[in-house]
C-alpha cells in the first residue's frame, strides 16, 4: 500500500464509529504508515489511534501510541504540522490524568509526568489552566483534599486556551468534584447548562445526565432525576467508553424501588460482567461498584435465588446470592491495588461508600413497561394489619377480623384473609371457603368472564361447608360472568333465579342480609347488560328498561338505611343515564352515591364513584371541575385506596392536566404513577397513560423521554396490542426518533408502520407514513431511497385526492436530486416547475413552492447560475411573498424576501437593489403595525452594510 492509499483509508477510517473495528484498523494503518518512510503521516497515524484507544473503552492503551509520538516531536519537530503540534499536546493531558488509574504506574512517576505537561506547555506558549486541572485530578483521587482544592480553585481562575477542555466536560469534572464535597445544589447548577443542551460535545451531555441522577434524588428533584434517567441512559447504553455512566443509571435504578429496571440494564450488558476484560480498571470499577449496589438490594428484598448472567462465562447463569461476593471481591482486590501504590485508603473508602448505599426511595415509577426476559424483583407486600390487631398465628383472631372487614366492605379484607391462611392452622371448610372466594374476588375485577368457573368451585365448597346462601351467590357470580361475556349462564347460574332462591333461604334465617344483597346486586347488573344490549339500542321505553327501573327504585327503598347498599344502587343508576346518553342525571346522582359510600366507611367504592364523575365532568368541557373530584377521591381513601383505584385516580388527572395546558410535569408524573400501578391489573390503561406522558414529554420538546417511553413499550404492544396500537406507537416513536435526528432508525419505524396499512381501503395513514419515512431517509443522507419514497408518497396523496400533500412531498423529491456525489439541479428545478405549473389554483402549497424553487437557485452552484436563471428566482420570491401577504403570512413572506436577498447581494452583487427590496418590504410591515418583523428586515440591512 503506497503513502496515498494509506492516506486515503486512515481518512477512510475516520469515519467510522468508535469502537474496536476502529482501534484494530487504526493499529493496522500504523504500521503501515511506518512501512512508507512518511513521518508526517506516521504521526497523523499515531495520533488516529490515540483517539481511537481513547474513545472505544481502551483509554489506559494510549500511552504507548503517545510515547512513539513524543519521541518524534523531540526528534524532528518539523514532521509535525500545525494540526499535529496542537494534537501532541491536546492528548499529553489525556495520559498525564489517566495515569493515575494505572496502579501498576508509581505515583513519583505520574508527578514527573505533570511536571512534564507543565514545561511543554510553557514552551509551546500555553497557559497552566489545563495543568492545574490534571494536578486537581490526582490530588482528589488520592484524597489529598487540601491539594485538590487549591488546584481547583486555579483550575476554574485560570484562562482558558487551546488546551482547555471542551467547557461540557469541564463542567462536567467540577460538578464531580462539588458532589465530592457534598455540594449538590452547587454541582447541579454547575451542570445545568450542559443538562439543558447550551453547552455539548461527543460525549456531553451523556456522563453529565447519569452523573445529576442521585445529587437530584438528594435534593428532592424526583421529577427532573427521573426525566434525566429516561433521557440520558438511551445516549450510553451499550457505550464500553461510558461505561461508568451505564453503572451511574442502573445505581440510580437499584435506590429507587426500580431494581427491575436496573436488572434490565444488567442484561443490557450482560458481556461486561465477564471477568478478564482489557478495559481500563476505573471504567470496571465504576462499573462494578454500581452492580454490587444492585446485588446488595437484591438480597434485601430476598431475590438471592433469582438467576443472571454469570460473570465467568462457565454457566449460564448464576444467582445473585453466588454472583454478589465475587464481584464485590473483584472490587475489593482492585481498591486494594489503588491504596497500595497511593498509600492511602481514600479509593477504598469511596468506593465502600458507594457500594454501602441504602435506597433514597422507596418508589419511584419510571413509567417504563417492564421486558419479560428479566423477572421484577417481588417485594413483600407490607402489613396491612393495625397495630393492634391480632397476632399473625391467633388463627381465631384473624379469621373474626377479616370476617369484620368482609361484612364492612372494607378493602383490607383481602389481605386478612390472607393472613389467615398464612397462620398454616387446620381451618374448618366455611374459612377455607371464604379464603378462596376471596381470592376469587380480587381477579373477578382484571377478568369477570375468566373466573366463571373459579366461582362455581368456590360455590361447591360452600356447599360442602353447609352454607347454602353464600353457595348460591356464587353460582349468580359465575352467570353473571358469563353473561359479561355474552354467553347464556351456565344451568343454575341465572342471577334471577339465584336471587329467589337467596331470598328464600334469607326469609328461612340460612342466608345473610349481605348474601341476599350480592344475589340483589347480580341480578340488577344482569337487567343492566339485558337491556344495554338489546337490539331496540336502549330504547327508553322498552319493557326491559322499565324493569330495571322499577327494580332500583324497589331496592333503593329498601336500603334506606344501608349506606353501602344505596351507594351501590346509585353508582349502577347513573351508569344506567351515561348509557343512554344523560350525563346530566349521572352528575346529580354521582355525588350522592360517593357519600353513601363514604358514610359506610367504604373508601374505595366512593373514589371510584368520584373518579367517574370526574370522568363525566371532564368530557363535559370542565377539567377543573374534575381535577378537584379526583383530588377529593383521593383525600377521602387515603392509604386505603387500593393500587388499582390509585392508578385510575392517576391516569385520569394525567389526561386533566394534559387539558388543562401548561401542567405537562404534573402530567407526566401522573401518567408516570398510573403506568407504575396498572400495569399488571390493567395494561390497556396502563399504556394509555403512558401515550399521555408521551404527549406531555413531545409538546414541552422532550422528545429523548417519550422515546424512552415507547421502545419500553414496543416489545409489549407488539405482543398484545392490536394492529391500529401498533401502528400508532411506532409512528409516534419514529417521529420522536427524526425529531432526535436517528434518522434511520426512525425510518425504520415509520416504513415498519406503513406496511402494516398498506392494504386498508382508506389510503390516508398509509400515504402520511410513507411520506414520514421519506422525510427521515433524507433526513438519514440516504437521497435515492428519500426520492424514491416521495414519490410513492406523492402518488398515495394524488390516490386520495390530497393535493397540498402531494405537492409537499414532490418538493420533498426535488431536494433528493441536489444531494449526494452528483447534484441534479436542473433535475430539480423542472420538478418545482412542473408541481407550481399544475396547481388550480394558487394556494400557500404554491406559493412554498416558489419560495422553495428562489432557495434552490440561491444554492445553485454559482459558475452554473446564469443570469436569467437568478432575475426569475427573484419574480418568483416577489410573487411569493405578495402571495404568503395575502393569505396573512408575513412571517414566511418575510423569510422569502431574506432569500432573494441573499441572492440578489451576495449571488448576483447587486447589494443596492437588495437593500432597495428589503426597505421595501420593512416599510410595509411598519404601515401594517408588524414592528417585530420590521425589526427583523432592519437587521438584515445592516448586515448588507458595504
Not at 158 to 185: F, I, K, P, S, V
Request: glycine share 8%.
Amino acid at each position: 500500500m503506497d503513502a496515498q492509499q494509506v492516506h486515503e483509508a486512515l481518512r477512510d477510517n475516520a469515519t467510522r464509529p468508535y469502537g474496536p473495528a476502529r482501534s484494530a484498523r487504526a493499529e493496522q494503518l500504523v504500521e503501515l504508515a511506518a512501512q512508507t518512510g512518511d513521518r508526517p503521516m506516521l504521526v497523523h497515524a499515531l495520533q488516529a489511534l490515540i483517539t481511537a484507544y481513547e474513545y472505544d473503552g481502551t483509554s489506559d492503551r494510549m500511552l504507548v501510541p503517545f510515547a512513539r509520538v513524543l519521541k518524534m516531536w523531540d526528534e524532528r519537530p518539523e514532521d509535525f504540522d500545525e494540526e499535529a503540534a496542537h494534537g501532541l499536546h491536546w492528548h499529553f493531558k489525556w495520559v498525564s490524568a489517566g495515569l493515575i488509574w494505572q496502579p501498576n504506574v508509581p505515583l513519583a512517576t505520574i508527578e514527573r509526568w505533570l511536571d512534564e505537561m507543565e514545561r511543554r506547555y510553557r514552551l509551546a506558549g500555553y497557559g497552566t489552566q489545563a495543568v492545574h486541572a490534571c494536578r486537581h485530578y490526582v490530588a482528589a483521587h488520592l484524597g489529598d483534599t487540601e491539594a485538590a482544592a487549591t488546584h481547583f480553585d486555579r483550575w476554574v481562575t485560570a484562562e482558558r486556551d487551546d488546551m482547555a477542555d471542551c467547557e461540557a466536560c469541564e463542567r462536567h469534572n467540577r460538578g464531580d468534584w462539588l458532589t465530592m464535597r457534598e455540594q449538590d445544589l452547587e454541582a447541579v447548577r454547575t451542570w445545568q447548562a450542559v443538562t439543558d443542551g447550551h453547552l455539548v460535545c461527543a460525549e456531553e451531555p451523556h456522563r453529565v445526565l447519569a452523573k445529576t441522577l442521585l445529587p437530584l434524588l438528594r435534593l428532592g428533584r424526583a421529577d427532573e432525576a427521573r426525566a434525566n434517567h429516561l433521557r440520558g441512559y438511551r445516549m450510553v447504553r451499550g457505550n464500553p467508553n461510558l461505561r461508568s455512566s451505564v453503572g451511574e443509571h442502573l445505581e440510580f435504578a437499584a435506590l429507587t424501588g426500580n431494581e427491575g429496571r436496573a436488572l434490565e440494564i444488567l442484561a443490557d450488558h450482560a458481556t461486561w460482567l465477564t471477568l478478564g476484560g482489557d478495559e481500563p480498571v476505573r471504567y470496571r470499577l465504576f462499573y462494578l461498584e454500581a452492580v454490587v449496589v444492585l446485588l446488595r438490594r437484591l438480597v434485601a428484598l430476598g431475590q438471592g435465588d433469582l438467576e443472571l448472567p454469570t460473570p465467568r462465562g462457565e454457566t449460564p447463569t448464576t444467582t445473585v446470592a453466588a454472583l454478589l461476593p465475587a464481584v464485590d471481591a473483584e472490587v475489593d482486590t482492585i481498591v486494594a491495588t489503588f491504596d497500595k501504590r497511593n498509600g492511602t485508603t481514600s479509593v477504598s473508602e469511596r468506593s465502600a461508600a458507594r457500594r454501602a448505599q441504602e435506597p433514597l426511595l422507596g418508589s419511584l415509577p419510571l413509567g417504563l413497561r417492564a421486558g419479560t426476559a428479566v423477572p421484577s424483583p417481588v417485594r413483600e407486600k407490607p402489613d396491612e394489619r393495625a397495630a393492634d390487631g391480632p397476632a399473625p398465628d391467633d388463627a381465631e383472631a384473624l379469621i373474626a377480623e377479616a370476617t369484620r372487614l368482609s361484612e364492612a366492605h372494607d378493602p383490607r379484607a383481602h389481605a386478612a384473609w390472607e393472613r389467615v391462611a398464612a397462620t398454616g392452622a387446620d381451618l374448618p371448610p366455611l374459612v377455607r371457603a371464604r379464603i378462596a372466594e376471596s381470592r376469587v374476588l380480587e381477579r373477578a375485577d382484571e377478568d369477570p368472564v375468566g373466573v366463571g368457573a373459579d366461582f362455581l368451585a368456590v360455590a361447591r365448597e360452600f356447599g360442602i361447608a353447609g352454607d347454602a346462601g353464600r353457595e348460591a351467590v356464587n353460582r349468580a357470580r359465575a352467570g353473571l360472568g358469563a353473561l359479561i361475556g355474552g354467553a347464556e349462564p351456565p344451568p343454575g347460574t341465572d342471577p334471577a333465579e339465584v336471587l329467589a332462591e337467596v331470598t328464600a333461604l334469607h326469609e328461612a334465617g340460612e342466608a345473610t342480609r349481605n348474601t341476599l344483597w350480592v344475589a340483589r346486586f347480580c341480578h340488577v347488573q344482569s337487567l343492566f347488560l339485558g337491556w344495554a344490549r338489546a337490539p331496540e339500542g336502549r330504547d327508553p321505553d322498552d319493557p326491559a328498561r322499565a324493569e330495571l327501573d322499577r327494580v332500583l327504585t324497589d331496592l333503593l327503598t329498601e336500603a334506606s338505611e344501608l349506606p353501602f347498599e344505596q351507594g351501590s344502587l346509585l353508582h349502577i343508576r347513573a351508569q344506567v343515564a351515561l348509557a343512554e346518553g344523560d350525563p346530566r342525571q349521572a352528575l346529580d346522582v354521582l355525588p350522592r352515591a360517593a357519600e353513601k359510600f363514604l358514610a359506610a366507611g367504604a373508601v374505595n367504592r366512593a373514589a371510584d364513584s368520584l373518579q367517574l364523575l370526574a370522568e363525566v365532568t371532564m368530557r363535559g368541557g370542565d377539567p377543573r371541575a374534575a381535577e378537584a373530584h379526583l383530588e377529593r377521591a383521593r383525600a377521602v381513601g387515603g392509604d386505603r385506596l387500593d393500587a388499582d383505584t390509585r392508578g385510575r385516580i392517576a391516569a385520569l388527572l394525567a389526561e386533566i392536566y394534559v387539558m388543562l395546558g401548561g401542567r405537562d410535569g404534573d402530567a407526566v408524573g401522573s401518567a408516570l404513577t398510573a403506568a407504575h400501578l396498572l400495569d399488571d391489573s390493567d395494561p390497556v390503561v396502563a399504556a394509555r397513560a403512558r401515550m399521555v406522558a408521551v404527549f406531555a414529554f413531545r409538546r414541552g420538546g422532550r422528545p429523548a423521554e417519550a422515546a424512552a417511553l415507547l421502545e419500553s413499550m414496543l416489545p409489549d404492544v407488539d405482543r398484545r396490542g392490536d394492529e391500529q396500537e401498533i401502528v400508532h406507537v411506532r409512528q409516534v416513536y419514529g417521529e420522536c426518533l427524526t425529531d432526535l435526528g436517528e434518522f434511520r432508525a426512525a425510518a425504520e419505524e415509520l416504513i415498519a408502520a406503513a406496511r402494516m396499512v398498506a392494504d386498508r381501503p382508506d389510503q390516508r395513514e398509509h400515504a402520511a407514513l410513507v411520506h414520514a419515512a421519506a422525510n427521515a431517509l433524507d433526513g438519514a443522507g440516504m437521497s435515492d431511497e428519500a426520492g424514491r419514497t416521495f414519490d410513492r408518497a406523492a402518488a398515495l396523496w394524488r390516490t386520495v385526492g390530497d393535493r397540498d400533500a402531494e405537492i409537499r412531498a414532490v418538493r420533498g423529491h426535488a431536494w433528493t436530486l441536489v444531494q449526494g456525489d452528483e447534484p441534479d439541479w436542473p433535475g430539480a428545478l423542472e420538478m418545482l416547475d412542473s408541481v407550481a405549473a399544475e396547481s388550480a389554483e394558487p394556494g400557500y402549497e404554491y406559493y412554498e413552492t416558489l419560495r422553495q424553487t428562489t432557495h434552490l437557485v440561491l444554492n445553485w452552484p454559482s459558475e452554473d447560475r446564469s443570469e436569467k436563471l437568478a432575475a426569475r428566482a427573484l419574480d418568483l420570491a416577489d410573487t411569493a411573498a405578495d402571495g404568503f401577504l395575502r393569505l396573512d403570512e408575513p412571517g414566511v413572506a418575510t423569510q422569502t424576501q431574506f432569500t432573494a436577498a441573499n441572492l440578489e447581494a451576495w449571488g448576483l452583487g447587486r447589494v443596492d437593489e437588495a437593500r432597495a427590496r428589503l426597505t421595501a418590504l420593512r416599510d410595509r410591515h411598519r404601515a401594517a403595525g408588524r414592528s417585530e418583523l420590521a425589526a427583523k428586515c432592519e437587521d438584515f440591512l445592516e448586515h448588507l452594510e458595504p
